[in-house]
């Protein structure tokens, strides 16, 4: 089972999603089993930012001095032994995600769902820097999409 633990520094992410915490974990139960954890406690903290700190942490951590729409920190002991297991730390910046003013409830909630389950995928080490990678994440990404899609509609 996954638990997000959602924290919030920008008060726009209210007025997009009403119930933040409940939003994204029940993306995670919609998670095809495989990336379900079943029988295990499986929790990861998820920031939702701004461009103004998002760049700051993208600076500090990664030395680039740019914002960004997502920036995922995988926990580096992870065990695959433990009951329990935190996967690391995830931040979405509002202002990628709400880019075009006039996006419906339901297409940003598709966007913030793909970019949800894109940072997912860094914190299990999934990564796009080589080609054969970025397949192989991208048919991970769709194969989640396709699963939780029923539940943003």
């Given at each position: 089972?996954?638990?997000?633990?959602?924290?919030?520094?920008d008060?726009?992410w209210?007025?997009?999603?009403?119930?933040?915490?409940t939003?994204?974990n029940?993306?995670c139960?919609?998670?095809?089993?495989?990336?379900?954890?079943?029988?295990?406690?499986?929790?990861?903290?998820?920031?939702?930012?701004?461009?103004?700190?998002?760049?700051?942490?993208?600076k500090?951590?990664?030395?680039?001095?740019?914002?960004?729409?997502?920036?995922?920190?995988?926990?580096?002991?992870?065990?695959?032994?433990?009951?329990?297991?935190?996967?690391?730390?995830m931040?979405?910046?509002?202002n990628y995600?709400?880019?075009?003013k006039?996006?419906?409830a339901?297409?940003?909630?598709k966007k913030?769902t793909?970019?949800?389950?894109?940072?997912?995928?860094?914190?299990?080490?999934?990564d796009?820097?080589?080609?054969?990678?970025?397949i192989?994440m991208?048919n991970?990404e769709?194969?989640i999409?396709?699963?939780v899609?029923?539940?943003?509609n």
């Open positions: 089972m996954i638990k997000v633990n959602v924290l919030s520094e008060n726009s209210s007025k997009k999603l009403k119930k933040k915490e939003f994204f029940n993306i139960k919609f998670f095809p089993k495989k990336f379900q954890f079943i029988n295990k406690k499986v929790y990861f903290t998820l920031l939702l930012s701004n461009n103004k700190n998002i760049k700051k942490l993208n500090r951590f990664r030395n680039k001095n740019k914002h960004t729409d997502i920036l995922s920190f995988p926990f580096q002991q992870k065990s695959k032994k433990l009951k329990e297991i935190y996967l690391g730390d931040i979405i910046s509002i995600m709400n880019k075009s006039n996006l419906s339901y297409d940003f909630r913030v793909k970019i949800f389950i894109h940072g997912f995928l860094h914190l299990l080490d999934f796009h820097i080589k080609k054969k990678d970025y192989k991208l991970q769709q194969k999409f396709e699963s899609q029923k539940f943003i």
